[in-house]
């Protein structure tokens, strides 16, 4: 057997133990020396290579020490465990690649979040497994919100104050939700199987809060809690709730972990952030990006200090908020971003070790894919801007042609006369 295929199998053993082996432990009436012995088997069976079969003993031995000598953390340490997801437009794909690890280490009964987050939170609360969830996203063609023509636009902005009025993602999500939990009427926040909370920004309160447990809310269809929590300003038209317009929950609560906890103190969360992994000093900006950051990233620096052992720090740029559509190669990247972010912060705990899943190699590879896209989207931005001077220059000769056409005639008028 070649180095290169042993190192293969070795990935593959590894992958093996901590995906089916490991987590057969902790569940009730297992006898883990009957588990442990049927795997060396299969092993020495599948791969009938000595140095396979020892390097699987020798895992098998150091495992066993650690889960026995250094418990794992209980999956729940308070009576519900949170999982809160930060609004963030398309780049919230990156959430799937995130549950695809965690799922294998935490139950979640609670699901929240805002914007692309709440729509997150309410297929996940409706019973969506991360796989579905996968296929739901990543297939997706989020332009299709964008569901006005040019003379419909301005119509909307002038009236209704926003560009879409997204009726098509209301019937998606509306679509989603019945399918899963086989109903012949709307689905509202109640109907959902695990507790659900998403959140909207309205002008008389600290977040308009949409939650499948509480009476006030609860008979919500939810579909509109989803349309209010992403109502980006002048995006898409806002909602209205008591006579008041509703907007994109970003705008108050983008990351709504304190919320979560002062509605129930004895629940345990896990945050997935969509930030800088490392902090990087900011240029000076427009005022108005300025402004735009305070009212939805204001709180995020308090909040990533105190709970930085609860939260899963996933880097989805170059990748922008506002960008509808993704090439396949860009799904991919923000995958595996929310893949690594959780390997990452899974690494704190004594039971698992990130190397186990080649984090270096692919930390590597995806950074070199992030300035592959990066240069991409320079060349994309420095084309568009190139066909927007084209076509300024265009309107302007077409204008000086015009006026001079203009002049010509009202010179041989007048010199007619």
């Not at 280490?105 to 914007?115: A, Q």
């Not at 002038?158 to 109903?183: C, H, M, P, R």
């Not at 300035?371 to 190139?386: D, L, M, N, P, S």
């Amino acid at each position: 057997m070649s180095t290169g295929s042993r190192i293969n199998n070795y990935r593959d053993i590894v992958t093996d133990f901590h995906h089916i082996i490991k987590p057969r432990w902790s569940n009730d009436g297992v006898n883990i020396k009957t588990v442990n012995e049927q795997w060396i088997k299969a092993i020495s069976e599948k791969y009938k290579d000595d140095k396979l079969t020892l390097y699987a003993h020798e895992l098998l031995l150091s495992e066993v020490h650690i889960f026995y000598n250094h418990p794992s953390p209980e999956p729940i340490a308070y009576d519900q465990l949170a999982l809160v997801m930060k609004g963030g437009g398309i780049k919230g794909l990156a959430y799937v690649g995130a549950l695809e690890v965690l799922q294998d280490h935490y139950e979640f009964d609670w699901f929240s979040g805002t914007s692309a987050g709440a729509i997150a939170a309410l297929l996940l609360g409706s019973g969506h497994n991360v796989k579905e969830l996968n296929e739901i996203l990543a297939t997706k063609n989020f332009a299709d919100f964008k569901d006005a023509n040019f003379f419909q636009m301005l119509r909307n902005l002038i009236l209704e104050k926003g560009l879409y009025k997204a009726n098509t993602f209301v019937e998606w999500i509306d679509e989603l939700l019945s399918q899963k939990l086989e109903s012949n009427v709307a689905v509202r926040l109640q109907d959902l199987p695990k507790r659900t909370t998403v959140y909207a920004s309205r002008k008389d309160k600290k977040a308009l809060i949409f939650d499948s447990h509480e009476a006030a809310s609860r008979e919500q269809s939810a579909s509109f809690a989803a349309r209010c929590s992403m109502s980006i300003p002048y995006m898409f038209t806002p909602q209205s709730s008591e006579g008041m317009r509703v907007l994109d929950g970003g705008a108050q609560n983008n990351f709504p972990v304190d919320e979560i906890l002062e509605s129930k103190k004895d629940s345990n969360f896990i945050g997935l952030y969509l930030g800088e992994e490392i902090y990087k000093p900011k240029r000076k900006s427009l005022l108005l990006f300025d402004l735009i950051s305070i009212f939805t990233e204001s709180t995020d620096p308090e909040i990533l200090r105190k709970y930085k052992d609860k939260i899963v720090v996933i880097d989805p740029s170059p990748i922008s908020t506002m960008q509808f559509k993704l090439s396949s190669e860009e799904k991919e990247f923000l995958l595996e971003a929310g893949r690594l972010g959780a390997i990452k912060f899974l690494d704190k705990r004594s039971d698992f070790n990130k190397e186990d899943y080649d984090y270096n190699k692919r930390k590597k590879l995806l950074e070199e894919k992030r300035k592959i896209i990066t240069k991409q989207k320079r060349g994309k931005r420095v084309w568009f801007k190139a066909k927007v001077y084209a076509v300024i220059i265009l309107i302007f000769l077409s204008l000086c042609l015009l006026l001079s056409l203009i002049g010509s005639l009202l010179l041989s008028l007048i010199s007619s006369i």
